[in-house]
């Protein structure tokens, strides 16, 4: 396979191994030269840049969504760039949860990130449903959790799955399509939190037939801290009202018409709220470009790639210390990075930040090591190895105490 490798184009922290992309991926030159562009715009035409400019701001939002609907496998009007993964996940609760007799629970898992849980409940109890209406899948390794698991908890009473595509903490893969039959059969709505998949593997989405998904595009998508997230809606549920419901959301052509009789649009975009945060999404305009060019299968085929170089270099060489690679192995259930256990995690984190390598920690003992397919490189994974080596040869670690800063 031909090497990819974007990494002149990104801002790569001076001095320092970044292996943190899958919290917040880097700044690029070509992000930040959008970004600009956008600045200028606004500073050129006032309120006319919703309409003049390389880019106008009123069809931003559907026109992103078109170029990412490559990267989650769906038809362009399926996928609109919008909202924030946590607002999102509460517009399609609202819209997809529809409690009937009988079948009122919204079944997630154990293991999730817990901002999808705290929606879940608000959703729950404005229907008024307790939290017993929330059943959760179990993991029994505290890591991963089996597919089988979640089918057999698809029982009668539930109404709704909502799942991760990739589980924030180990990085395991779940299989959507498989999930989504069986959901599916049992008559099941089912959609997926995509923030840890989008950008690092490839979907298929529309083929598998999921109803919807949702996701963040600051990780490894590299569009910024906070910038606008994304979701996907099946178009076999075009003709549905959404939950929620604002101006931008309108059938684009009647917008101004300012009625107070609500049109919406016929495609994702009548997910939406109010005025686009445009800068917010203005460094996807770049970014995405570079997605383009290299293809998601590739990107996907160096990330495995680099994920299993770091494994094997943390196999042979920290084998002396009580490291535990928590991940799947198998390249079909890992996803973009590595999940490391110790019981001196935390410390251990502080050590390799003040070497020079940002990792991320995770309570109570975990590092995730996310070597991105755009701007790593091998060597990147070599040295990350050997600067954990020296911590534990030198016991750099116990300078530090073994607790979590704020953000970790
Ligand atoms: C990063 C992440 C989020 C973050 O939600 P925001 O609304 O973007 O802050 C939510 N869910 C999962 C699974 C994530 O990985």
Redesign the pocket.
Same mark, same amino acid.
């Given at each position: 396979m031909e090497e990819i490798t974007f990494r002149d184009e990104f801002y790569l922290p001076e001095g320092k191994i970044y292996m943190d992309g899958n919290s917040l991926g880097l700044m690029s030159v070509r992000a930040e030269k959008v970004v600009k562009e956008i600045m200028e715009s606004w500073k050129k035409y006032g309120i006319d840049g919703w309409t003049e400019g390389e880019d106008p701001w009123f069809t931003l939002s559907e026109r992103l969504g078109n170029r990412m609907a490559p990267l989650v496998g769906a038809f362009p009007e399926e996928v609109t760039v919008t909202g924030? /993964? /946590?607002?999102n996940l509460h517009q399609l609760t609202a819209t997809f949860y529809r409690p009937e007799r009988g079948r009122t629970k919204i079944l997630a898992d154990a293991l999730?990130?817990p /901002? +999808?849980i705290y929606a879940l409940q608000s959703q729950l109890s404005l229907k008024g449903y307790d939290e017993s209406h929330l059943v959760l899948a179990e993991s029994t390794d505290g890591h991963t959790i089996d597919e089988d698991t979640i089918i057999q908890a698809m029982t009668g009473d539930i109404s709704l799955v909502i799942l991760?595509s990739v589980l #924030?903490r180990s990085g395991q893969v779940l299989d959507m399509e498989k999930l989504t039959a069986a959901a599916h059969e049992r008559g099941i709505t089912i959609g997926f +939190?995509l923030?840890?998949s989008i950008g690092a593997l490839p979907h298929r989405l529309s083929e598998w037939g999921v109803d919807f998904a949702f996701w963040?595009n #600051?990780?490894y998508v590299n569009a910024g801290p906070g910038s606008v997230?994304g979701l996907y809606i099946n178009r076999e549920h075009f003709s549905e009202t959404p939950g929620l419901t604002g101006w931008f959301g309108s059938d684009k052509n009647s917008q101004f018409d300012m009625e107070h009789t609500y049109v919406k649009a016929a495609d994702s975009g009548a997910y939406q709220l109010g005025t686009p945060h445009v800068l917010s999404a203005a460094p996807l305009l770049g970014s995405l470009e570079m997605f383009e060019e290299a293809g998601m299968e590739a990107l996907r085929g160096r990330s495995l790639k680099l994920t299993g170089y770091l494994m094997e270099q943390i196999d042979s060489r920290l084998s002396s210390w009580d490291f535990v690679i928590a991940n799947p192995r198998e390249e079909s259930r890992r996803g973009g990075h590595v999940y490391l256990e110790h019981p001196e995690a935390a410390r251990i984190t502080k050590a390799l930040k003040a070497e020079g390598v940002i990792p991320d920690f995770r309570n109570p003992n975990g590092i995730r090591l996310a070597p991105t397919a755009l701007y790593n490189t091998f060597e990147d994974c070599f040295q990350t190895v050997t600067k954990l080596k020296e911590i534990m040869e030198k016991e750099k670690y116990k300078a530090f105490k073994n607790e979590r800063d704020i953000i970790a």
């Open positions: 924030s /993964t /946590t607002s999730a990130f /901002t +999808d991760p #924030y +939190d923030s840890h963040c #600051y990780k997230g």
